[in-house]
């Protein structure tokens, strides 16, 4: 069973960087995109924020582009979101999700409900 699991959320005051991780398992990792997505409380779900492929592309929306950076380790199947810059609107709960077969820039056109894989959640919150 494909598992996703992120780590790292917290609550961090703002103006801070927090660095968000994605660990898969029983996946054949460099074959999938990988995405955060998030939900601030009483919104709907945004994203994808940002996407790395299996050959380490990566393509960002333009809401957070220059204020996050995602990176990704196949060999350790993870993949890292940093954000810069907090402020209280990057309160949510960010998700990662697994896209088979596409490229980053491919990816970024793609809803959140056809993307193959999900973890759980971590909760950011950002302290004013």
């Known amino acids: 069973e494909v598992q996703l699991a992120e780590s790292g959320g917290g609550l961090v005051q703002a103006g801070g960087s927090l660095t968000l991780s994605c660990a898969a398992s029983?996946?054949?990792?460099?074959?999938?995109?990988i995405g955060w997505f998030r939900q601030a409380p009483g919104k709907a779900r945004e994203g994808p924020l940002c996407?790395?492929?299996?050959?380490?592309?990566?393509s960002y929306a333009d809401s957070v582009k220059g204020r996050v950076f995602i990176s990704r380790d196949n060999a350790k199947k993870t993949v890292a979101l940093r954000v810069n810059n907090l402020g209280p609107q990057d309160t949510a709960v960010y998700y990662c999700?697994?896209?088979?077969?596409?490229?980053?820039?491919?990816?970024?056109?793609?809803?959140?409900?056809?993307?193959?894989?999900w973890g759980q959640g971590t909760r950011v919150t950002v302290s004013s």
């Open positions: 999700a697994a896209l088979w077969a596409l490229t980053a820039p491919q990816a970024m056109g793609i809803p959140g409900d056809k993307w193959d894989y």
């Open positions: 029983q996946i054949t990792f460099d074959e999938y995109a």
């Open positions: 996407i790395t492929d299996g050959g380490g592309r990566t």
